[in-house]
């Protein structure tokens, strides 16, 4: 069973913090990742997608990859009220499909 | 900004009832979703749609679940005979190319009673 694991939370930071998320999948093929920010009530937004170990960064967005620990986070820098949701970690897993695996997510609360 | 639509918003039905959901994806992606959120729960993948047809299936979408392209536009997921497991967040999604960048429509929430 392929699994996407991450603290439910909920993780709470002061206005203008770095807020670390993290997610660990169990399929060791796993290739794709991708971060998706969900507001109570709304639909998945895709913030970062990342293929390759190492760091990725846009804007106040930096996700970094580790796939010989099989983790994979996010940081947001300077971290604002509106950044308030449940952050959802997707995994597409190895093999010639399309789909993705979605952790429970991490809710995030920014305080101002 | 072009964006995945989907109706209805929130659909009530009976149990056994048919149901169908309406998603129009963006104009130019060529590949086309369907996954659910039961209230709580993970986000869960239903079906990949790609050149007409159905790419890929989960163990959730059996002979109950079907989709459909009728018309070059509408991206259609009907359930045929509804049961109150399949009460749930209905979401469409759309990709350029497959990757695991998809946008996402709104959602329908559907409430099986």
């Known amino acids: 069973q392929k699994e996407v694991e991450q603290n439910s939370g909920p993780l709470s930071v002061p206005e203008g913090a770095i807020a670390s998320l993290n997610c660990t999948y169990s399929?060791?093929?796993?290739?794709?990742f991708f971060w998706y920010r969900q507001y109570s009530g709304k639909s998945p937004e895709l913030i970062m997608s990342?293929?390759s170990n190492g760091d990725k960064e846009d804007g106040r967005f930096t996700a970094q990859l580790n796939k010989a620990s099989q983790y994979v986070s996010l940081l947001i820098r300077d971290s604002q009220p509106s950044d308030s949701a449940t952050y959802l970690c997707?995994?597409?897993?190895?093999?010639?499909?399309?789909?993705?695996?979605w952790g429970l997510g991490t809710s995030l609360a920014v305080n101002p | 900004e072009p964006e995945v639509t989907q109706t209805p918003s929130h659909q009530v039905t009976q149990m056994g009832q048919e149901v169908i959901l309406r998603c129009v994806p963006i104009?130019?992606?060529?590949?086309f979703y369907w996954y659910r959120q039961i209230l709580g729960q993970k986000v869960e993948f239903l079906v990949s749609?790609?050149?007409?047809?159905?790419?890929?299936k989960s163990e959730i979408f059996d002979d109950q679940f079907s989709v459909e392209r009728p018309d070059g536009s509408n991206f259609t997921l009907k359930i045929r005979s509804t049961k109150l497991e399949d009460s749930a967040m209905y979401f469409c999604?759309?990709?350029?190319?497959?990757?695991?960048?998809?946008?996402f429509g709104e959602g329908s929430r559907l409430t099986v009673l």
């Open positions: 990342i293929y």
């Open positions: 999604a759309s990709s350029v190319s497959g990757t695991g960048e998809l946008f």
């Open positions: 399929d060791r093929g796993s290739q794709s």
């Open positions: 749609f790609y050149n007409n047809e159905i790419s890929e």
């Open positions: 104009s130019n992606h060529l590949y």
């Open positions: 997707a995994v597409r897993v190895a093999g010639n499909n399309r789909k993705l695996i």
